[in-house]
């Protein structure tokens, strides 16, 4: 991906110099990241990423916030008429389909990444569910492609301050249709302080 030394690490040192800690975050499934406010890769701009897998092969995560513009029948007609979100998960492989949801109790093989939160899972099985109406769009995200970093990518771009690190909540996925343009703001809101300054940014900074 591409992405650029920021303001960020900068706005970061000006309001919380104290609080915020500058060495690496632990990086690992269940997490979110916020993309610096002034990234200027479309792929990532303003996105919020729920990271899924972490090891040494690399990390892997899905922008809950970029819409597709497609819908799952178009992908998956068999699904016809089921009215799930279709996202943007990232710019690795974009031909293929992946699912994050809430029924990880329905559907075999789901992997869990934090409280109320699963990710994949035995696909013959969620259509079945699907078409019976046990799982419904409120229960379910699908996304095109993925975002991917190698081993220590990720942590070289923390480094360059171009992510932030937050709590995952559950919320932020599911019952939450019609705020893709606000979540940025809202998951860098509710880490207080001079995040919530942060969260106030415009798109576009400039010094003049």
Partial sequence: MILRNS??????YNLNCEQIDTMIPKIKPGKVLLAEP?????????????????????????ILNK??????????PELAGFD?????????????????????????????????????GDFEKLIFLIQNKM???DNIMFFV?????????????????SWLMADM?????????????????????????AFSVIAQLPDYFSWN
């Fill in 145 to 161: 492609g993925y975002t991917g970093w190698s081993p220590e990518q990720l942590g070289d771009e923390f480094k360059y301050g």
């Fill in 169 to 193: 909540d559950a919320n932020y996925i599911f019952h939450r249709r019609k705020m893709n343009k606000a979540l940025w703001t809202k998951v860098m809101s509710n880490k207080g302080d």
């Fill in 67 to 76: 819409e597709f513009h497609a819908k799952v029948e178009d992908i998956v």
């Fill in 84 to 120: 799930a979100p279709l996202y943007s998960g990232g710019p690795v492989q974009r031909d293929t389909l992946h699912y994050i949801h809430n029924v990880g109790g329905l559907i075999e093989d789901s992997q869990k990444v934090c409280d109320g939160v699963y990710w994949g």
């Fill in 135 to 137: 799982v419904k769009p």
């Fill in 7 to 12: 303001l960020f690490t900068l706005i970061q």
């Fill in 38 to 62: 002034f990234m200027i890769d479309n792929n990532f701009k303003r996105a919020v990423v729920l990271l899924c897998d972490h090891n040494t092969e690399g990390t892997v995560g899905f």
